[in-house]
């Protein structure tokens, strides 16, 4: 069964700090991964998909990594701002289903 | 595109009643899905479409049904509301590249008391 991972469930850290997200998998054999924004009391908003054959993705301020023999992605976001603050959530493709890791809760402070 | 769209925001039900969650998509997605997002549990897949007329269960099925009639449109149904299903549920969507699913996109959830 995959499971998946994210450590810390929270963090704080200061405005234009670097921030760094940890997300891992028990199974190695995965189609593509997703990483999700959700602000509070709303819906999942994606930021990036990194297919099974790459290695990053890129979108203005934010990269993610992928490294399946490590079972580990890695989403980067450069020069944290307090708009940032949300909880991240990374997404495992199974079969017809996505596989969630509970989130990193994030606080940027101004 | 209005992306995913669900309806009602917000619901509030007594134990034992019985309701329908909307879900609509205007992006043509082959596959549907709704999920269940409750405090330290995570998302968790209820139900999911792979296209019209073709539903399965997902981890935590019972106590709803779905169908699937129209590619638009995957409606949930509560038979019976217990307070065990209070929780915030999500609708989903994407297209399938070369028969796995791709790029999810999700709508803005309904909130759901059981009281």
């Known amino acids: 069964k995959q499971e998946v991972t994210q450590i810390p469930a929270a963090l704080s850290v200061p405005e234009g700090e670097n921030l760094v997200l940890n997300c891992s998998f028990t199974?190695?054999?995965?189609?593509?991964l997703q990483w999700f924004r959700q602000d509070p009391g709303k819906g999942l908003t994606s930021l990036l998909l990194?297919?099974?054959?790459?290695r990053e993705q890129t979108s203005g301020r934010l990269n993610a990594s992928l490294d399946k023999s490590s079972g580990r992605s890695t989403l980067y976001i450069a020069a944290s701002q307090p708009g940032d603050s949300a909880t991240y959530l990374c997404?495992?493709?199974?079969?017809?289903?996505?596989?969630f890791g509970k989130g990193n809760q994030v606080v940027v402070i101004p | 595109n209005a992306g995913v769209t669900q309806t009602p925001k917000f619901q509030v039900l007594k134990t034992g009643q019985s309701m329908t969650l909307q879900c609509a998509q205007d992006?043509?997605?082959?596959?549907m899905s709704w999920y269940r997002q409750d405090p330290g549990m995570g998302l968790r897949l209820i139900h999911y479409?792979?296209?019209?007329?073709?539903?399965d269960q997902g981890e935590v099925p019972n106590g709803y049904n779905v169908s699937r009639s129209t590619t638009e449109d995957f409606p949930l149904r509560l038979l019976s509301a217990a307070p065990s299903q209070t929780s915030v549920y999500f609708c989903?969507?994407?297209?399938?590249?070369?028969?796995?699913?791709?790029?999810?996109?999700f709508g803005p959830g309904t909130r759901l008391t059981v009281t």
């Open positions: 479409s792979v296209g019209a007329g073709i539903t």
């Open positions: 989903a969507s994407s297209y399938r590249l070369a028969g796995e699913l791709n790029e999810q996109y």
């Open positions: 997404a495992v493709k199974l079969p017809n289903r996505l596989a």
């Open positions: 990194i297919q099974s054959s790459q």
């Open positions: 199974d190695s054999a995965i189609y593509n």
């Open positions: 992006m043509n997605h082959e596959y």
